[in-house]
């Protein structure tokens, strides 16, 4: 049994915390609402997910150092722009060496850090065990009715990577692991944009042949930008990148194809983010990845039209219209490359 604290209340840190407290692990959820906290404590999270019963030994608590002082592995669970501000409240009372997981997907604008470097450049090395990405196709409201779910632990520290595959594994949830770090962080966070694409393109009554055009192209996007960021090629054919953008692009569950899916079908970016509610990554990522394919000189057509649509009041239309207009290229050339 390890004492685990998890931060961030809402659909995936619950659903994280459902599976670690069935694993009988002493944990804690930590949330910035006291409210929460107690609707969490009579084993209900309504808001994020709607018919779960969590189980008894599901505890929750507003107070963040008590979640803190509790755990020797602390899981981040609240959204990428939150990370900074989260790690720096903690850090104010930490005084021992933590392992560190964060499950979000996203890159941070203008720095254009992953969360990985983000979590090392708040919290003092001292404190630091190692940190782990755990990440693949996994929507937190199939995870709470034990639906077959698998994801990957990625550390170049191979014995922390087996100890959090150790702590999440269960017959519903299995986890392999991973040292590829970077591919693992890119791919989660990157496959935001395509889902977000697909919805766009969902919304505007395009069919089946458009959405596997972006899907597959969209890795092809991924992966070259990853590979010229240092990541293994072959990650992106695994859960966290092919995985994943099968999962975020196809169900139902993703919040990034739906906020797509209203914007293909006209609604503007403030309402679809009012109507949302919950976080949609691939906005803020979309800036980033678009700012990074400038830093590392890498084409990224859907990424560009995707900007264009949501920060240069491009309509979709033309976005799509100039997609299909590029010039003329050989696809195994570009595969290729990625070798
Ligand atoms: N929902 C899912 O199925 C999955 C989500 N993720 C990732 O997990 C991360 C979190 O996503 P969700 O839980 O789905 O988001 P959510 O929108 O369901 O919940 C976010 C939670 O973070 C809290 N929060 C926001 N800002 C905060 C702050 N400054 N301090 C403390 N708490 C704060 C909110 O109150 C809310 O409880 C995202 O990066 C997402 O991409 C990853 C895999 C699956
Ligand atoms: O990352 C996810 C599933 O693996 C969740 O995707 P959304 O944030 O689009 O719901």
Same mark, same amino acid.
């Given at each position: 049994?390890?004492?685990?604290? #998890?931060?961030?209340?809402?659909?995936?840190? &619950? =659903?994280?915390?459902?599976?670690? %407290?069935?694993? *009988?692990?002493?944990?804690? @959820?930590?949330?910035?609402?006291?409210?929460?906290?107690?609707?969490?404590?009579?084993?209900?999270?309504?808001?994020?997910?709607?018919?779960?019963?969590?189980?008894?030994?599901?505890?929750?608590?507003?107070?963040?150092?008590?979640?803190?002082?509790?755990?020797?592995?602390?899981?981040?669970?609240?959204?990428?722009?939150?990370?900074?501000?989260?790690?720096?409240?903690?850090?104010?009372?930490?005084?021992?060496?933590?392992?560190?997981?964060?499950?979000?997907?996203?890159?941070?604008?203008?720095?254009?850090?992953?969360?990985?470097?983000?979590?090392?450049?708040?919290?003092?090395?001292?404190?630091?065990?190692?940190?782990?990405?755990?990440?693949?196709?996994?929507?937190?409201?199939?995870? #709470?009715?034990?639906?077959?779910?698998?994801? &990957? =632990?990625?550390?170049?520290?191979? %014995?922390?990577? *087996?100890?959090?595959?150790? @702590?999440?594994?269960?017959?519903?949830?299995?986890?392999?692991?991973?040292?590829?770090?970077?591919?693992?962080?890119?791919?989660?966070?990157?496959?935001?944009?395509?889902?977000?694409?697909?919805?766009?393109?969902?919304?505007?009554?395009?069919?089946?042949?458009?959405?596997?055009?972006?899907?597959?192209?969209?890795?092809?996007?991924?992966?070259?930008?990853?590979?010229?960021?240092?990541?293994?090629?072959?990650?992106?054919?695994?859960?966290?990148?092919?995985?994943?953008?099968?999962?975020?692009?196809?169900?139902?569950?993703?919040?990034?194809?739906?906020?797509?899916?209203?914007?293909?079908?006209?609604?503007?970016?403030?309402?679809?983010?009012?109507?949302?509610?919950?976080?949609?990554?691939?906005?803020?990522?979309?800036?980033?990845?678009?700012?990074?394919?400038?830093?590392?000189?890498?084409?990224?057509?859907?990424?560009?039209?995707?900007?264009?649509?949501?920060?240069?009041?491009?309509?979709?239309?033309?976005?799509?219209?100039?997609?299909?207009?590029?010039?003329?290229?050989?696809?195994?050339?570009?595969?290729?490359?990625?070798?």
């Amino acid at each position: 049994m390890e004492k685990v604290s #998890v931060f961030g209340a809402g659909s995936w840190g &619950t =659903a994280l915390s459902y599976v670690l %407290a069935q694993n *009988n692990h002493d944990l804690l @959820l930590w949330t910035h609402r006291q409210e929460q906290a107690d609707e969490i404590n009579q084993n209900t999270n309504k808001r994020y997910l709607k018919d779960t019963q969590l189980p008894e030994n599901l505890k929750a608590t507003s107070d963040l150092s008590e979640a803190v002082e509790h755990g020797d592995i602390y899981v981040l669970a609240v959204p990428t722009k939150a990370i900074r501000e989260v790690c720096q409240d903690i850090k104010k009372s930490l005084n021992r060496k933590i392992l560190f997981v964060h499950v979000s997907k996203g890159i941070e604008p203008d720095s254009l850090k992953r969360i990985s470097e983000m979590i090392r450049e708040e919290i003092p090395e001292q404190w630091i065990e190692d940190v782990v990405v755990l990440s693949g196709p996994s929507h937190a409201e199939e995870v #709470v009715q034990e639906h077959p779910t698998t994801v &990957t =632990a990625a550390c170049e520290n191979t %014995a922390a990577a *087996n100890r959090i595959q150790d @702590l999440f594994m269960n017959h519903y949830f299995r986890v392999y692991t991973n040292t590829d770090v970077i591919g693992v962080e890119i791919g989660g966070a990157l496959k935001n944009i395509i889902a977000l694409a697909v919805g766009i393109t969902d919304g505007l009554g395009y069919g089946d042949n458009a959405k596997a055009a972006i899907m597959t192209r969209g890795l092809a996007e991924i992966a070259r930008l990853g590979v010229k960021m240092g990541a293994t090629p072959l990650t992106f054919s695994g859960l966290t990148g092919v995985g994943d953008l099968i999962v975020t692009c196809t169900s139902v569950h993703s919040r990034n194809w739906r906020a797509g899916n209203m914007l293909g079908k006209g609604k503007s970016l403030d309402e679809v983010l009012e109507e949302m509610g919950m976080v949609v990554e691939g906005i803020r990522t979309t800036k980033a990845a678009y700012q990074l394919s400038k830093a590392y000189d890498v084409p990224m057509p859907i990424t560009s039209a995707l900007y264009a649509v949501l920060f240069d009041n491009v309509s979709t239309d033309d976005a799509v219209e100039k997609l299909m207009g590029r010039m003329k290229k050989n696809e195994m050339e570009d595969l290729i490359n990625l070798l």
